[in-house]
């Protein structure tokens, strides 16, 4: 069999621990055999980091500004255990966070469905997307106790040293007081972010703040977006017969749980923080959420929404049987190699990306699967390991 061509190199993330072990399975069981893959590959697990003193994630950032489309094994965020454990030289940051930063990139998050499991909101047939703006308001808050009597202001002192003042509230007695910010700058990129995605999954996208009550910090976001929309994007939109509104989030929460899915949903930072969950547990299982990572620019980072299960490459490594879902982790494969496909005009290698997902659903739906989906399978199930359920998918797929 002829192998599918690929003119532009992926970007490849390798990672830690369990994925990173399912990482490997998952190229030479399920790719390789089919497609002539072409990568530039980065080692982001924890001690490559440590040798290159983390260059090599600002690295593997650059290369996605470079080539457009990358894939990312999930990463240990190191902690003081992490520091002990692989003595490091230091408690790196986040590589989510680092890369983030360098794309300055707004993460979606998806569920993927299967038959069998069914979400708790009986409505819902169709994924619903959270892009959540990852910036300001309550995460880079300033705040305060208030002993007792006495006056809050906000003040703006601006470069020429003008103040402008404003009262928050008269105090009697005590209490609490906080400040927080954003930048229209972030706001813009979060937008773009958002209109991308939508025309790169041709979905509707809902934006929802409570600007009736904070009538300018809310409102900036709500005109940003629309401002942006307006001038670059409406006409997309049409063309692509998809729609962008916005809506207050209340409403958006009751719209939510009416919908049949199908459509991204932007919110602010913390209802980003808040609904992400809501929507993940309501759909299934960590195990079955992706994640992209979409610059302003329109560059992807596909990865898993879950960790590297560290509970279970300590069962690995001890030679003990391990049941790790690998599928949100081909869905960032399928995802990245459908993406590459759509950009270098390569119709097989999408087509390839379509029959992955879907000898990897067809699996599922046959009753076999990892142990953390027949926990939750309505039907007959048999829970096998990792590689029994690779192989499974592989000979689905030949
Ligand atoms: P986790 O790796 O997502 O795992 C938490 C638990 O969820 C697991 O112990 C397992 O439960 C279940 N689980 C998650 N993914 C699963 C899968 N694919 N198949 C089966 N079960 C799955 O989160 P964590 O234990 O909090 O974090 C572990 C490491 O991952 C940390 O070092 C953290 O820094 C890192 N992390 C990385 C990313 C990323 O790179 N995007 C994201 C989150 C966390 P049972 O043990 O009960 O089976
Ligand atoms: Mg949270």
Known sequence: MEKIRMTTPLVEMDGDEMTRVLWKDIKEMLIEPFVDLKTEYYDLGLRHRDETDDRVTAESAEATLKYGVAVKCATITP?????????????WKSPNGTIRAILDGTVFRAPILVRGVRPSVRTWEKPITIARHAYGDVYRNSEMR???????????????????RQQIFDFKGPGVVQGMHNLDSSISSFAHSCFQYALSVKQDLW???KDTISKTYDHRFKDIFA???????R?????????????????????VVRSRGGFIWACKNYDGDVMSD?????????????????????QFEYEAAHGTVTRHYYRYLKGEETSTNPVATIFAWSGALRKRGELDGLPELQAFADRLEKATLDTIESGIMTRDLALLYEGEAQGVNSRQFLQEIADRLA
């Open 207 to 209: 934006f929802s703040t």
């Open 146 to 164: 208030i002993p007792g009597p006495g006056k809050a202001e906000i003040v703006f002192t601006d470069e020429n040293g003008n103040e402008t």
């Open 278 to 298: 809501m929507i993940a547990t309501a759909f299934g299982s960590l195990a079955m959420m992706t994640s992209v990572l979409v610059s302003p620019r329109g």
């Open 227 to 233: 401002e942006i929309y307006e001038k670059e994007y």
């Open 79 to 91: 902690n003081a255990q992490r520091v002990e454990e692989y003595k490091l030289k230091q408690m």
């Open 235 to 255: 006409e997309a939109f049409e063309k692509a017969g998809i729609e962008y509104f916005y809506t207050l989030i209340d409403d958006a929460v009751a719209r």
